[in-house]
């Protein structure tokens, strides 16, 4: 059998639908394929690779999602030990709020192993095709909804914001998964520091099958303790104003609004 080496790839969003042809390459060709799905997740990737195994059932055989995460390495790497290419598969984008995969490519590299991640459809593509969002236009902030609330930012108020994994909100213990109203009521507090109470978030989920549709619930800032939060909801707040030309980082190069073109220097006569 070849060297050991270990390729950690997404398996997307939707189940079959947004697997790259990158990673189907990869998981057919794989001795072993260990992923974090199941279901019908699973029963496709077992027709692209028969060997494909779950790693689901970690968060039944261990308390709490820490020590789920550290069965998952601990068995991806227990593959790895056997030699061979092993193809972890993670739901979504594998580098993207996945500790585990993270950790099986340091663990691996710290072996004298070959490891590599590659990139899968996220939760943030499908928030950016669903909203019809480009972070382009206005920029784009985004964090943890729980490492936002505990470490003060700096929140541009003319950019997105987008907050991540809510579920997860005031879950100390990492033991949870729903968010505690107190810490969704404290947030919106936070806030309203920046936005007006009646500014217009919306709560939104992916849809994770064909025909089904995404979560887009609009809610105002001063009501989001009343909405639910899933494991899949992301809350995305839209720009409260325009952002404002430089007059002063225009004139170092010479400059004048006008020189920006029609759109940029409308935004600044009308700021």
């Given at each position: 059998?070849?060297?050991?080496?270990?390729?950690?790839?997404?398996?997307?969003?939707?189940?079959?639908?947004?697997?790259?042809?990158?990673?189907?390459?990869?998981?057919?060709?794989?001795?072993?394929?260990?992923?974090?799905?199941?279901?019908?997740?699973l029963?496709?990737?077992?027709r692209?690779?028969?060997?494909?195994?779950?790693?689901?059932?970690?968060?039944?055989?261990?308390?709490?999602?820490?020590?789920?995460?550290?069965?998952?390495?601990?068995?991806?790497?227990a593959?790895?030990?056997?030699?061979?290419?092993v193809?972890?598969?993670?739901?979504?984008?594998?580098?993207?709020?996945v500790?585990p995969?993270?950790?099986?490519?340091?663990?691996?590299?710290?072996?004298?192993?070959?490891?590599?991640?590659?990139?899968?459809?996220?939760?943030?593509?499908?928030?950016?095709?669903?909203?019809?969002?480009?972070?382009?236009?206005?920029?784009?902030q985004?964090?943890?909804?729980?490492?936002?609330?505990?470490?003060?930012?700096?929140?541009?108020?003319?950019?997105?914001?987008?907050?991540?994994?809510?579920?997860?909100?005031?879950?100390?213990?990492?033991?949870?998964?729903?968010?505690?109203?107190?810490?969704?009521r404290?947030?919106?507090?936070?806030?309203?520091?920046?936005?007006?109470?009646?500014?217009?978030?919306?709560?939104?989920?992916?849809?994770?099958?064909?025909?089904?549709?995404?979560?887009?619930?609009?809610?105002?800032?001063?009501?989001?303790?009343?909405?639910?939060?899933?494991?899949?909801?992301?809350?995305?707040?839209?720009?409260?104003?325009?952002?404002?030309?430089?007059?002063?980082?225009?004139?170092?190069?010479?400059?004048?609004?006008?020189?920006?073109?029609?759109?940029?220097?409308?935004?600044?006569?009308d700021r």
């Amino acid at each position: 059998m070849a060297a050991a080496r270990l390729s950690v790839v997404g398996t997307g969003i939707r189940p079959g639908g947004h697997l790259t042809l990158e990673t189907r390459h990869l998981l057919a060709g794989a001795d072993r394929v260990l992923a974090v799905v199941d279901g019908l997740g699973l029963e496709h990737l077992r027709r692209i690779n028969p060997a494909a195994e779950s790693l689901q059932d970690c968060y039944r055989q261990s308390p709490g999602r820490e020590a789920s995460y550290a069965e998952m390495v601990r068995r991806i790497l227990a593959a790895l030990d056997r030699g061979g290419h092993v193809c972890a598969a993670f739901y979504g984008h594998p580098g993207v709020f996945v500790w585990p995969a993270h950790e099986c490519i340091r663990q691996a590299r710290a072996r004298g192993l070959e490891a590599r991640l590659y990139p899968g459809i996220s939760a943030e593509d499908c928030l950016f095709a669903d909203l019809e969002l480009d972070p382009a236009l206005h920029g784009c902030q985004s964090y943890e909804a729980m490492d936002f609330f505990l470490y003060p930012r700096l929140i541009d108020t003319s950019a997105a914001l987008v907050l991540w994994q809510m579920a997860a909100l005031g879950d100390v213990r990492r033991d949870r998964f729903e968010a505690d109203p107190a810490w969704v009521r404290a947030l919106a507090e936070v806030l309203m520091a920046d936005y007006p109470a009646e500014h217009v978030a919306t709560v939104y989920e992916a849809a994770t099958f064909p025909l089904s549709e995404p979560r887009r619930e609009p809610i105002s800032l001063a009501r989001l303790h009343q909405v639910s939060f899933s494991q899949a909801s992301t809350l995305y707040l839209p720009p409260l104003a325009a952002p404002r030309l430089s007059e002063q980082r225009l004139a170092r190069l010479g400059l004048v609004a006008e020189d920006l073109g029609p759109a940029a220097y409308r935004r600044y006569r009308d700021r």
